[in-house]
């Protein structure tokens, strides 16, 4: 079946660049996802890229895919204190169904 | 607009004792989705419905777990008799469309947080 995979965690200074990455198994994924979670809280869509689509930058937020290699990044530019959280990076897996990774808790220090 | 809502938000049982969840969805809203989120892990679907069909249900473990949608909106999930493996958060999601051609976004609630001792 689809696998999802994550680097677990990730620290970066206030005002620097936090890069997330993902791969995956299944190439036939139309969209591709970020979702954000915050303590205590349920996932949050933060944004998606469509199967046919190398890059999209949305604000601070640019997302990379290489299909060839089966790699989706995520790029927060001046990450925050509050951009701490988690973040799956999740795959449709047929018929609406979503598969995720683990998710990469970003850890945000001054 | 009202996001999905859960309940109970937290819920300690022991093992072999039974639990239910309850979830409505956002209005309008065809596919819902239960999801188990073990701690340290990402979400699993257990189980698909569209309107009040199962569209997925391959990894619902159907020997303690069951759910129903009966009127095509609101949903219950049961586990019974519980196990010490099934603690962890049971996320609820909604979506208005189904299949291809959409972007699929997933709506969650905050979860219902099972702990079995």
């Known amino acids: 079946g689809e696998d999802v995979e994550q680097s677990l965690f990730l620290s970066v200074r206030e005002g620097d660049s936090s890069v997330i990455n993902c791969t995956y198994t299944d190439s036939s994924s139309t969209y591709l996802y970020w979702y954000k979670q915050e303590p205590g809280a349920g996932l949050q869509l933060l944004t998606y890229?469509?199967?046919?689509?190398d890059m999209k930058q949305d604000q601070r937020l640019t997302v990379l895919l290489n299909k060839k290699d089966k790699h989706l990044s995520l790029r927060i530019a001046d990450t925050q204190t509050g951009d701490s959280a988690i973040y799956f990076c999740a795959v449709s897996g047929g018929y609406n169904k979503l598969i995720f990774g683990a998710g990469t808790r970003l850890a945000v220090h001054p | 607009e009202a996001g999905v809502a859960q309940s109970p938000r937290y819920k300690i049982i022991e093992k072999r004792q039974s639990v239910a969840f309850w979830c409505n969805p956002i209005s309008g809203h065809a596919t819902l989705y239960w999801y188990q989120q073990i701690l340290g892990q990402g979400p699993k679907l257990l189980i698909q419905?569209?309107?009040?069909?199962?569209?997925?249900d391959s990894q619902l473990p159907k020997d303690r777990f069951s759910a129903e949608r009966l009127k095509g909106v609101d949903s219950t999930l049961k586990i019974q008799p519980a196990k010490l493996e099934d603690s962890a958060v049971y996320l609820c999601?909604?979506?208005?469309?189904?299949?291809?051609?959409?972007?699929?976004?997933?709506?969650f609630g905050e979860g219902s947080r099972l702990t079995v001792l």
């Open positions: 890229i469509f199967s046919n689509m």
């Open positions: 419905f569209q309107n009040n069909g199962v569209v997925d």
């Open positions: 999601a909604s979506s208005s469309k189904s299949g291809t051609g959409n972007t699929g976004e997933l709506f």
